[in-house]
């Protein structure tokens, strides 16, 4: 199978999906090519991917100057944690999926001034308060809320982003998708810069239990781009 074969094989099952869900939002696939060349994602972009999705700061930065993705184009969305030294590598070049702390808010607000650009983002919450994963507590949320629409603008908040606990049976995650369909419904409060019309949630293993559950972006790798080659970068 090739990557083209692979990513029709996951635009398929994303259709089937959406059929058996019935009407509702539209679905955006984010190929990661976390530790992938740039030549395999270049190969899936030819083949019709249009959103790329990037782990580790530097390799998205590496990987949006390489010329060859830069023709073609691709949507970038950043969806790993974010060390808040590192958002000049990021703002105002990709939706962040991942913030998740006031401290990154205001460093991502102090660069988006500094470029004078608007920078959206997702919240990304930690359901199941598992302690090795990133991710604002729900009780933590509306404060967090708060402190991007005090951003006056430069931050706009465009939805949230969820990793469910990790399973080999992915209906155990669809309870964990409703929630954050549900967090989402009644989060955004009337704040000004904070519309949460964005659900980022669903892998390769689980997108389509995350589309039944409302998934408007699921991040998508090995089902693409098969097993990840070599160790993190630093």
Same mark, same amino acid.
């Given at each position: ?7 029709? $094989? ?7 999906? %959406? ?45 949006? &100057? ?11 969305? !950043? /969806? ?7 958002? $000049?590598? +990021?703002?105002?070049?990709?939706? %962040?999926?991942?913030?998740?702390? #006031?401290?990154? +808010?205001?460093?991502?607000?102090? $660069?988006?001034?500094?470029? *004078?650009?608007?920078? =959206? ?18 009780? *933590? ?5 708060? &402190? ?5 603008? +430069?931050?706009?908040?465009? @939805?949230?982003?969820? /990793?469910? #606990? ?10 964990? !998708? ?15 810069? +904070?519309?949460?019309? =964005?659900?980022?949630? @669903?892998?390769?293993?689980? !997108?389509?239990?995350?589309? &039944? =559950? ?9 089902? /693409? ?7 993190? #970068?630093?």
């Amino acid at each position: 199978m090739t990557i083209a074969d692979d990513l029709a $094989r996951v635009r398929d099952q994303i259709a089937a999906a %959406i059929d058996r869900r019935g009407p509702g939002p539209a679905v955006t696939l984010i190929g990661v090519g976390k530790k992938q060349p740039a030549s395999a994602l270049a190969t899936a972009l030819r083949a019709g991917l249009r959103d790329l999705g990037e782990n580790y700061a530097q390799e998205f930065a590496n990987k949006q &100057a390489d010329p060859t993705l830069a023709a073609l184009a691709p949507r970038w969305h !950043f /969806i790993g944690g974010l060390q808040s030294n590192k958002a $000049r590598l +990021v703002v105002g070049r990709a939706l %962040i999926h991942t913030v998740d702390r #006031p401290s990154l +808010v205001t460093a991502l607000a102090a $660069r988006a001034r500094a470029l *004078a650009c608007t920078q =959206e983002i997702l919240v990304e919450v930690n359901l199941a308060g598992e302690a090795q994963k990133a991710g604002v507590a729900p009780d *933590a949320l509306p404060a967090l809320l708060d &402190a991007i629409a005090g951003e006056a603008g +430069v931050l706009r908040c465009v @939805g949230l982003m969820l /990793i469910p #606990p990790a399973d080999d049976d992915p209906e155990r995650a669809r309870p964990h !998708f409703a929630a954050l369909r549900e967090l989402a419904a009644r989060g955004a409060d009337g704040r000004p810069h +904070v519309e949460l019309r =964005e659900l980022s949630m @669903g892998m390769s293993g689980d !997108f389509p239990v995350a589309i &039944a =559950e409302g998934a408007t972006m699921v991040r998508v790798g090995t089902a /693409i781009f098969g097993a990840r080659p070599g160790p993190a #970068p630093p």
